[in-house]
């Protein structure tokens, strides 16, 4: 699991390079935004129930055949493991964000995961839906809690989007 520094310097030693300007660019805008990435951390932390269940009840809103007779999330059971995987992309979501990195998501999240919703016949473009809708409410907490130039908050969101959208919808 890499994060921004590790990450950076896994490459320039694969290289055999110094760190030149471009990796001094980005070792300075990771440190520059570290505090905000840790507060932001915090403030997702302490409201991560409300933020998933209220995504949750909004992307039912927009897709109630969801939660319909023959929907993926209908049945208790579903409904729950449904709320539960948004769960996972929030939490999971926020060590990406401390991190600077998007491996830990291949790792942890993405790896096998667009096969087991096949292989289940969970909706790809739903979750997608629930993820983006997340990002937003995510957004507005870390701003409410005045944490300011906090556009790393998409990165994370947008590249699980980007990841499991890439085949298969
Ligand atoms: C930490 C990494 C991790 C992830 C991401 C993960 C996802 C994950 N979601 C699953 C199921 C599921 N996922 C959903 C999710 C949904 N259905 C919908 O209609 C919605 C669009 C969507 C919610 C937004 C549902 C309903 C199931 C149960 C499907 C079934 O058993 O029929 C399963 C199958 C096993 C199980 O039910 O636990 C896995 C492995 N597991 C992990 O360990």
Known sequence: MRDAVTGLIGSYDLAGQYLDRNAVDELRSY?????????????INSNAAAIVKESGRQLFAQLPELIQPGGNAYTTRRYAACLR?????????????????TDVLDERVLNGLRETYNSLQ????????????????????????????????????????????????
């Open 31 to 43: 440190f520059n935004t570290g505090t905000a990435r840790v507060q932001a951390a915090g403030a």
């Open 85 to 101: 995987d948004m769960d996972y992309y929030l939490r999971y979501a926020t060590y990406a964000l401390v991190a600077g990195n």
């Open 122 to 169: 969970v909706p790809i473009g739903p979750t997608i839906r629930g993820i983006q809708i997340m990002k937003e409410m995510v957004k507005e907490q870390v701003a409410a809690a005045g944490i300011e130039d906090a556009d790393f908050i998409d990165q994370p969101f947008d590249y699980m989007t980007r990841e499991l959208s890439e085949e298969d919808i």
